[in-house]
């Protein structure tokens, strides 16, 4: 959960992300103090370039797990 003042930070990080690849890495690491760390990577198609992003526990407002382990998952990303 993303507050509304935070929604433009979120959506920069997107858009940078997306000038790298049409895909993006989101990994979710495991709780630390009860929060877990979100980042967001991308790396260009001749991996000469990597992007990422790594939000603070508390630019999210909430971020739920079932898990202790490291969670990664990878999204298709369309920039206009």
């Known amino acids: 959960l993303i507050s509304t003042s935070d929604?433009?930070?979120f959506y920069s990080a997107l858009h940078?992300?997306?000038r790298f690849?049409?895909?993006?890495?989101l990994q979710c690491s495991p709780r630390?103090?009860?929060?877990a760390q979100i980042r967001l990577s991308?790396?260009?198609?001749?991996n000469?370039?990597?992007?990422?992003?790594?939000?603070d526990p508390d630019f999210f407002l909430?971020?739920?797990?079932?898990?202790?382990q490291k969670i990664e998952c990878q999204i298709q990303l369309k920039v206009r």
């Open 7 to 9: 929604i433009k930070t």
């Open 48 to 55: 000469s370039a990597f992007c990422m992003f790594a939000f």
């Open 42 to 46: 991308a790396i260009n198609s001749t």
């Open 21 to 25: 690849s049409e895909t993006f890495w």
């Open 62 to 68: 909430n971020v739920q797990t079932e898990s202790n």
């Open 16 to 18: 940078c992300l997306g």
């Open 32 to 35: 630390i103090n009860g929060q």
